[in-house]
Structures are given as C-alpha cells and as structure tokens.
C-alpha cells in the first residue's frame, strides 16, 4: 500500500547543479501535481500534470521543468538550482472525475542549495 | 487573482477550550478540503465539502462549508495536546475554468494546544 512514492528524501545541492526529483504513485490517479513548502507561504502549486501525456505551470514554475513519463510517474527537474529552490518539496496525486478527488501527497523531498 | 486566506496564522490553546479557524477564498468552488500537517510530515486529509451546506466531524473537529459566502469553518471542541499540528485548507479551482486541475491552498494555521 504504498501510495505516492518520492525519491530522493534528502538533497544538498551547489548553485548550479541539476537534479530531478522523483515521483510515482500507484493508486491508479490520473492527476499528478508538484507543490514546494516554505515557512509562512503554505503549500504552492509549481507543475501539474491533469492527465497522462499533459503538463501546465502553476503558480511559481520558473527554474523548473518535469515530465509525466507515463501514468504512474511524474518528475520534476532543477536544471541549474539556486539558494531560492531551498525548500521541502511535495508530489501529490488524485483522480480527477465524480466524487471527493482527494490529493494524497507524498512524504516530501528536503532539497538545500547552497 | 485567486486567494485563499486563513484566519488566524497561529493559534494557542489550552486544552478544554473551543475555537474556529477560518478559511476564505476569492473564486467559485464548491469543493473545499481540509488537511493536517504534523512537523516534518506530510500532509493528511481530514474532509472533503463537496457543496453548500456540508458539514462533516471527525472526533473534535467539525468542518462546513458555506459557497455563498465563500468561506469555511474548521471548529475544534474542547482541544486536547493530539490536535496540535498545521491545519491547511484548499479550494478546487478545477471546474470553474483557469488552472485545470489545480488546488489552491492557504497558508495554514498553526495550531498549539497547551495543558
């Protein structure tokens, strides 16, 4: 029963390096979501991915990229980090149709850039 | 430009004592959720308000819904040290055009609850 699954838990990056975030889910959602936590600004959305196959900008997209691989996995990728992107950062998924479609969240990804 | 705010930001409570926190927004939704986040943690849900009116409880909380005045209420009854934790509301703006798909959230309450 694992739910969203990210990897990696823990990051310390250098201005400058890139990495990607990784994220799978496997309850079969068709919506997947990355959201960044900072203290006092609560949860905001950077990418989505509404469906397999389509990706939209959120609210603060810059400096990141992603890519939904298929059905299950939907990655987010810092291509040259900076101290700004220090933050805890979160995937989510739901089923977007009839009924309640609830977002489970992942256990969150701590990434520093130094 | 879309809002959700919530009042307050940081509330401390003893435990025994009522309180409500409050969860406004800008847009049309008629879906509003509510999540816990404990330090360190992700983030859990507590309810789901799918239309006007709606009010679900779980143990010391109860949650409602009013879309007409685009607010929602989270109450808690009698706090005890176990509610202590974040509490974050979020509309759905997915069926009322602009960002399909999209949660916005507020940027939570933080919640002490003291002997």
């Known amino acids: 029963n694992a739910g969203v699954t990210q990897t990696p838990k823990f990051q310390v990056l250098k201005t400058g390096q890139s990495m990607t975030l990784q994220c799978a889910q496997d309850?079969?959602?068709?919506?997947m979501y990355w959201y960044r936590q900072d203290p006092g600004m609560g949860l905001r959305l950077i990418y989505y991915s509404a469906s397999e196959g389509t990706t939209d900008k959120g609210e603060v997209p810059n400096g990141y990229n992603v890519s939904r691989l298929n059905k299950r996995e939907f990655s987010l990728r810092l291509e040259s980090a900076a101290p700004s992107q220090t933050s805890v950062y979160f995937c989510?998924?739901?089923?977007?149709?009839?009924?309640?479609?609830?977002?489970?969240f992942g256990a969150g990804s701590r990434l520093t850039v130094l | 430009e879309l809002k959700v705010e919530q009042n307050p930001l940081f509330l401390s409570m003893q435990e025994g004592k009522n309180y409500t926190i409050y969860c406004n927004y800008s847009?049309?939704?008629?879906?509003l959720y509510w999540y816990r986040q404990d330090p360190g943690k992700s983030l859990e849900s507590l309810f789901v308000?799918?239309?006007?009116?709606a009010v679900k409880q779980e143990g010391r909380l109860m949650a409602s819904l009013d879309t007409k005045a685009r607010l929602s209420t989270l109450h808690i009854t009698a706090a005890v040290h176990d509610l202590s934790a974040t509490y974050f509301c979020?509309?759905?703006?997915?069926?009322?055009?602009?960002?399909?798909?999209?949660?916005?959230f507020g940027k939570g309450t933080k919640l002490s609850v003291k002997p």
């Open positions: 989510a998924s739901r089923y977007r149709g009839a009924g309640a479609n609830v977002l489970t």
């Open positions: 847009t049309t939704s008629d879906r």
């Open positions: 979020a509309v759905d703006v997915s069926y009322y055009g602009g960002s399909q798909g999209n949660l916005i």
């Open positions: 308000l799918l239309s006007n009116g």
């Open positions: 309850m079969n959602h068709n919506s």
